[in-house]
């Protein structure tokens, strides 16, 4: 029998409507731009399932719908680890917004890794609602090379993103108060995250920055490219002989990248809306 935790809660406040936010969790064609690389979503006739690299479980439909309240409530099981999980999508809120979501997933799998993934799905299914450029979605494709990959797309010219990079103070606003650089060739590269310091071995203004990881021969690697009006910001980080590693740190980076993407499109001074 697989070993499972306690349930898996997580919540957003959204800048839109219930209705609008109801339709994005039962819309098919909405579910496969926000959600699921996958989806056959019609509640009014009993289907709700979705499957595909950008949600867990096997790669076929595996969930049954049990109950809707249209507009307020979705619950579902779903097929994990070989176990019948529940999983209960509450929504509250009146009239133009904003509305709060609140996830209920349980019993989750051991290693199912389904806090990460719900507070990256719901963050998106913001984005979505709120008509904001979409970040990427968690893949959760096996990584066979040991290196974790995440981006962003970023309202921002590449000096503010940058900044955010190398700041400290801009650096502690996303990473957390703890974090420290030094922002030199050599000089030293600490989120505040635990492991201690790595040191920096690229600097290119506006372009490019890489440091190691404490306690370990990976090399953190961010990125900076011209993206329409935007800016793409890419990070690599490893190798690391664990792949199971690699692919957790996938999600942990973006879940980053996300809280740098709100410091840098404020420093940048362009909207976050378009």
């Known amino acids: 029998m697989s070993t499972v935790h306690q349930p898996v809660r997580a919540s957003i406040r959204i800048d ?4 609008t936010v109801y339709a994005a969790l039962t819309d098919a064609d909405a579910m496969r731009r926000w959600f699921a690389e996958y989806a056959d979503i019609a509640p009014d006739q009993g289907r709700y399932a979705f499957w ?4 867990p479980g096997p790669a076929r439909p595996a969930q049954r ?7 307020r409530l ?4 779903w097929e994990l680890s070989g176990t019948t999980t529940r999983v209960e999508i509450a929504l509250e809120g009146t009239g133009t917004g904003p509305t709060d979501v609140r996830v209920t997933h349980e019993p989750a799998p051991a290693g199912s890794a389904l806090t990460r993934f719900w507070t990256l799905a719901l963050g998106v299914l913001a984005e979505h609602t709120e008509g904001r450029v979409l970040s990427p ?6 990584v066979t090379d ?4 995440a981006r962003i797309p970023i309202k921002a010219d ?6 955010c990079l190398t700041d400290p103070r801009s650096v502690a606003k996303w990473a ?9 060739v050599g000089g030293h590269y600490d989120l505040g995250w635990g492991p201690g310091p790595g040191r920096i071995r690229v600097l290119e203004r506006g372009r490019e920055l890489a440091h190691t990881w404490p306690r370990s021969d990976a090399l953190v690697r961010w990125r900076l490219f011209d993206s329409g009006h935007c800016t793409r910001l890419e990070l690599t980080h490893g190798p690391f002989d664990d792949t199971t590693l690699a692919a957790a740190l996938q999600g942990d980076w973006q879940r980053s990248l996300r809280a740098l993407r709100r410091v840098g499109e404020s420093r940048g001074g362009r909207p976050a809306t378009v």
């Open 16 to 19: 839109a409507p219930p209705a």
């Open 52 to 55: 595909g690299r950008y949600t």
């Open 65 to 71: 719908l049990v109950h809707v309240d249209p507009g």
């Open 74 to 77: 979705l619950r579902l099981d």
């Open 137 to 142: 979605r968690y893949d959760l494709t096996p």
């Open 146 to 149: 040991g290196v974790a990959r």
């Open 158 to 163: 590449r000096d503010a993103v940058f900044a």
């Open 176 to 184: 957390g108060e703890a974090a420290s650089v030094q922002a030199e």
